[in-house]
């Protein structure tokens, strides 16, 4: 008998047995309508937008909220541009400035539906870098002294400041992970006030199996990476972004 | 000075007593995170959380095998290759031969209890494969020689100091007492090794039946990154961590993080449903996961499923007053604290090989009343002395002597001759020591090496009580 | 667990005095018997009974401690089934916990269904002294007064098996002249254990210095509590410890047997305690 067929009929064996004392006979599933959510969210866009904020902070991200595509332009524009003077500063040296400092790590932009946001970028002079295939040696080395990286998300979640990202097509997972700088970018209309909520709404409609099936992975991200591993002494950034800025915009307005 | 685990287990806790240093660390970080988890659960409806998330479970186990069949057949659709695990050597066996198949010389690992009860590094670096833990902790206690001595915090015996001599000794850093300086150093030696490995292992939080996903939880990243960068990537778990649904899921991954870290989420969750396919840019080219068995099917047989509903929180461990006092090396086996006093016999092909563990524990109870799927852990430690008792697995002497006091308890003559007996016994031996008893013979020199004893009464109650019934006239 | 409701006040109730108390600290029993008396309950005291069997228990010894679970059975199971009394009251958080919990435990296990219904029925109407007093008598105050510190340790059997937290905290804040202090990790075990503190000694007497610790710390005069176990225990880490706080058994200070004071008096003072004291040196 295969590993898989003994251990398969040890537990159908054991599960027969009238007195065994664990678990119970009688063990009932949760149904979705008992199950709870954990944490609460409520309001409008914009209240939720503020709790979101409000959540990310918490746990040392950083977040900003918009009213227009034009503003959240601007403002991706100017943090990445920011965070090139901070890295520059950081360095202290003679030659601050270095060949790959305007690089960006990216997913499409497109997705975002910022309009000329990727030529405007280009423009300026940083280059957005988006890979196809990170087995390959070549690319592999390409991203490695990235130092920042741009996605937008799948869905985010007002109650707890997490955003989810998948990875697949050519969307890389290395561009929310690898880099030392995260910005994230949020559209309104994929904020929402739970997790539980986007659960629901993705069950309702028929897609939840179908979409995670189909991402070969997804990240829920809340925050910065930390450890508290050296004698309880918090520190960030250990092996993810030490930086995760959300840039989030009112897109349900036109 | 270091706990010695191959030593007996009365000298490994020994050597954790004479300790000053370890009962620092540990009671001031199991004190941080208890404190933590109470307020993350009383910021929700914490006890509803933990009814819940334990009435799926239980579910889970009553349906074992079908929802293992489920999992399988949904990680095969997705692309996963699954393997299965009677024993720890089946199961390294497996590793190695993907290991070897692949030509991986490399190997990064993710924090994982599973790898760690199948010693999966050693059988490894057996076969000439380097094998890097990427835990910040896993990595200071890996460079130290040392396995890790908590479930989810496994450098958690160790302070600033200690920590800050292992970078110097072993990664030549110069000295420094700054956390933020030893971490952008890790960063940057496990940066190297993410990018160059050839294989990714991690253990697995929970894996969702229904569209076959393996989830790990991090809040450092390197789960992210050994699910991600290299082209195979290997997952161990226990047969017991399944959930039903994604949203079982997502209710199970908020009850854990708040009991583990008090956190409302980690910082990462990562799901992965299968290999990278045609046109994604990254991903690992295959994925294989490895069904660990290794007792699990027998702890149910020999009625400790309900420890099968643990999901590896630690809450327990941070809530134990002995954990506090003698930190986890001291237990000699993988898992410690009141979990790993459970599983560690209940999982062993016999029970008696941990005898003392069942015992490493005064029954207080507060580890119950900290778990997030409130397994009454007492009651299976009362369990599994029992058990060995009736393997005959307890001292000689022991069994002789509750014996002797069950039939001296049984009669009531017997037992109003033995007050009368120990009580003028014991007040001449006081006498002598001057009120209190200080020293008495084996095995009670226990109480008296660290205690006084006060001597018996003079007059027991029961002889007040028929004085006094004598005095008003009644029998 | 399910507890029983009474129509009326119950007026009598059975003494299961324990056999610690009964044989170590016959004060506490004269306490427990002297407070419930003053308050209109006829004790009986079945002076059949020995010890519930909770040291084979806890031991892994069931079938000893079987022998002895239908020793009480039998000498406690027909006071109350015939109506002679109308609860069981033991000073001991531990020992009700024996008896009310574990017995069903015991005769589950060997499928004695009758003895386990048995053992369930008296369950419902055992209860620890102060949660007698307290939830079924309605008492919040015994009329005892005391002058100096205490602080209240809470056994662990009591609080996390059987619920009772609130009662005894209550008792002693009706004490007149005692001030309550907070004890620094109250909820922690003290290290007691039974059969633990002498197997594990070294791990069980680094616990009780840890609770001597926070005694010290709050500066209490006294740790009051539910069960002599513990407090032999901690007082025997204490005395050893050179500390001078000591434990008492909550009965004995809502039953003012410890004089005026827990502070000794500035001139020696000639003190008699009615009833035989322990751990007074
Ligand atoms: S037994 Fe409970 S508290 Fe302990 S690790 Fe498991 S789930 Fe967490």
């Known amino acids: 008998m295969s590993a898989r067929d003994t251990i398969l009929s040890r537990l159908r064996e054991t599960l027969r047995q009238p007195h065994l004392p664990f678990p119970p006979a009688h063990s009932d599933p949760l149904t979705h309508a008992e199950r709870m959510t954990v944490t609460h969210a409520e309001g409008d866009p914009w209240t939720l937008a503020e709790r979101f904020a409000q959540e990310l902070t918490a746990v040392k991200g950083s977040c900003e909220l918009l009213e227009t595509e034009t503003e959240a332009r601007l403002s991706i524009i100017s943090r990445l541009q920011l965070w090139v003077e901070e890295e520059q500063a950081a360095r202290k040296t003679a030659e601050a400035e270095r060949a790959g400092d305007y690089d960006v790590l990216s997913w499409p932009l497109e997705q975002l539906g910022i309009e000329s946001l990727p030529l405007i970028l280009k423009e300026i002079g940083f280059k957005l870098i988006e890979p196809t295939d990170l087995h390959d040696p070549q690319q592999r080395e390409r991203i490695r002294p990235i130092r920042a990286g741009i996605t937008t998300v799948e869905a985010a979640f007002a109650s707890t400041g997490s955003f989810v990202v998948g990875g697949r097509g050519a969307n890389a997972r290395a561009a929310s992970l690898t880099p030392f700088r995260h910005l994230v970018v949020i559209p309104f209309s994929k904020l929402y006030a739970t997790g539980e909520e986007w659960l629901a709404q993705m069950r309702h409609a028929g897609r939840l199996d179908d979409y995670l099936r189909q991402s070969r992975n997804l990240s829920i991200i809340t925050g910065p990476s930390k450890s508290a591993d050296i004698e309880g002494n918090l520190t960030m950034g250990v092996h993810g972004p030490k930086v995760v800025h959300a840039i989030l915009f009112d897109d349900l307005q036109q | 000075m270091q706990v010695d685990f191959n030593a007996p287990y009365k000298n490994r806790v020994q050597q954790a007593l004479n ?457 | 667990m399910h507890k029983a409701t009474f129509e009326q006040r119950p007026n009598r109730v059975a003494l299961f005095v324990t056999c610690m108390v009964d044989m170590l600290y016959p004060g506490v029993g004269i306490a427990t018997c002297e407070l419930l008396e003053k308050n209109n309950v006829e004790v009986v005291f079945p002076e059949e009974q020995t010890c519930c069997g909770q040291p084979a228990f806890n031991a892994g010894y069931r079938n000893e401690a079987r022998k002895l679970a239908r020793r009480f059975l039998s000498i406690f199971g027909p006071l109350v089934e015939n109506g002679e009394v109308d609860a069981i009251v033991a000073p001991s958080g531990s020992c009700a916990t024996m008896t009310s919990h574990f017995f069903e435990v015991l005769f589950e296990e060997s499928r004695e269904e009758e003895l386990r219904r048995q053992a369930e029925r008296l369950a419902s109407v055992t209860f620890e002294l102060t949660e007698f007093l307290v939830d079924v008598l309605g008492l919040a105050n015994t009329g005892a007064r005391l002058q100096g510190k205490a602080a209240y340790h809470p056994c662990c059997h009591l609080y996390r098996e059987l619920g009772v937290d609130d009662q005894p905290r209550k008792l002693l804040d009706g004490v007149e002249g005692l001030e309550v202090v907070d004890l620094p990790h109250a909820d922690d075990c003290c290290g007691f254990g039974g059969l633990f503190s002498i197997k594990n000694s070294g791990i069980s007497a680094a616990m009780g210095r840890a609770k001597a610790r926070s005694a010290q710390q709050c500066g209490a005069d006294a740790i009051a509590l539910c069960d002599v176990s513990c407090m032999t225990h901690i007082n025997g880490i204490l005395s050893r410890e050179g500390i001078s706080c000591r434990a008492h058994h909550i009965a004995e200070i809502l039953n003012n047997h410890l004089g005026n004071s827990l502070r000794p008096p500035s001139q020696p003072e000639p003190q008699q305690p009615d009833h035989p004291r322990r751990w007074g040196d």
């Open chain 2, 19 to 475: 300790d000053p240093n370890l009962r620092v660390a540990v009671s001031k970080a199991t004190d941080r995170m208890t404190d933590a988890r109470l307020a993350s659960m009383d910021a929700v409806e914490g006890q509803k959380l933990r009814s819940q998330v334990r009435q799926m479970k239980q579910h889970v186990l009553r349906n074992w095998p079908d929802y293992l069949q489920q999992l399988e057949s949904n990680l095969t659709r997705n692309g996963c290759t699954v393997h299965w695990a009677e024993e720890t050597e089946d199961a390294q066996n497996i590793v190695r031969d993907i290991a070897l198949q692949n030509s991986a010389k490399l190997v990064v690992k993710s924090k994982s209890m599973a790898t760690e009860e199948i010693h999966l590094n050693h059988a490894l670096e057996e076969v000439g494969l380097r094998v890097v833990e990427t835990d910040l902790g896993e990595y200071i206690i890996q460079l130290a020689d040392e396995p890790p001595s908590h479930i989810v915090a496994p450098v958690i015996h160790k302070r600033l100091e200690e920590i800050a001599e292992v970078f110097q000794d072993k990664l030549d850093m110069p000295p420094t007492r700054e956390p933020t300086k030893m971490t952008s150093l890790a960063r940057a030696r496990l940066r190297q090794e993410f990018f160059a490995a050839g294989m990714g292992i991690s253990g697995c939080n929970f894996a969702i039946a229904e569209t076959g996903a393996i989830c790990i939880v991090t809040n450092e990243g390197n789960g992210r990154m050994v699910s991600s960068m290299p082209r195979v990537y290997v997952v161990v778990m226990g047969i017991e961590k399944l959930v039903p649904t994604v949203e079982d899921a997502f209710l199970q991954l908020q009850a854990l993080c708040r009991s583990a870290t008090g956190q409302n989420l980690t910082v990462y969750c990562s799901m992965t449903s299968g290999p990278r396919q045609e046109g994604d840019v990254d991903g690992p080219e295959q994925v294989h996961v490895v069904l660990l068995d290794n007792g699990r099917s027998r702890m149910l047989a020999r009625g400790y499923g309900e420890a099968l509903l643990c999901i590896r929180c630690g809450a327990c461990l941070n809530a134990c007053p002995v954990y506090q006092e003698i930190g986890g090396h001291a237990y000699g086996s993988t898992y410690n604290g009141p979990i790993g006093a459970v599983i560690t016999p209940a999982l062993a092909p016999e029970i008696s090989r941990f005898k003392e563990l069942p015992h490493a524990t005064s029954l207080c109870g507060a580890c119950r009343e900290a778990c997030p799927v409130k397994i009454d852990l007492p009651r299976l430690l009362l369990d599994l002395r029992s058990d060995l008792v009736q393997e005959n697995a307890s001292p000689k002497t022991e069994a002789w002597g509750i014996k002797s006091y069950a039939s001296l308890m049984s009669s009531r003559r017997m037992y109003e001759s033995l007050g009368k007996m120990a009580s003028i016994g014991s007040n001449l031996y006081a006498g002598m020591s001057g009120g209190n008893i200080k020293f008495m013979p084996p095995p009670l020199n226990g109480w008296t090496a660290y205690r006084d004893f006060a001597p018996f009464a003079p007059k027991s109650f029961r002889q007040w009580w028929k004085e006094r019934s004598k005095l008003r006239g009644q029998t």
